[in-house]
Nanobody, 124 residues
Framework: QVDLVESGGGLVQAGGSLRLSCAAS????????MGWFRQAPGKEREFVAG????????YYADSVKGRFFISRDNAKNTAYLQMNNLKPEETAIYYC?????????????????WGQGTQVTVSS
């Protein structure tokens, strides 16, 4: 299991950009697929983006394709989520999560480690 800490959230105007970071503890970060999820008030936590343990494969929710980009730097034990052209309805707490496998999935239950979340607020 890894410990995860997100950062980079904040307040941004609609159409703006933010870059979230997820710092992981431990020496086995490159054994974990990573995912980003978000949860808006009163809604279920939903999948946003995922990346394989090597970084060679990425996948996205349809709603963010072409605007959000997930990446990772295994030498720095960090995953990132670049978010562009943000929309007010994307206001949520964003969480990173780790799965001890090469491939990630879109299912919350497949990820074993979670960060505490970082708030992203998009104003109209």
């Amino acid at each position: 299991q890894v410990d995860l800490v997100e950062s980079g959230g904040g307040l941004v105007q609609a159409g703006g950009s933010l870059r979230l970071s997820c710092a992981a503890s431990g020496r086995t970060f490159n054994s974990y697929a990573m995912g980003w999820f978000r949860q808006a008030p009163g809604k279920e936590r939903e999948f946003v983006a995922g990346i394989s343990s090597s970084g060679g494969n990425t996948y996205y929710a349809d709603s963010v394709k072409g605007r959000f980009f997930i990446s990772r730097d295994n030498a720095k034990n960090t995953a990132y989520l670049q978010m562009n052209n943000l929309k007010p309805e994307e206001t949520a707490i964003y969480y990173c999560a780790a799965r001890p496998a090469y491939w990630g999935t879109t299912l919350r239950t497949d990820f074993r480690s979670w960060g505490q979340g970082t708030q992203v607020t998009v104003s109209s």
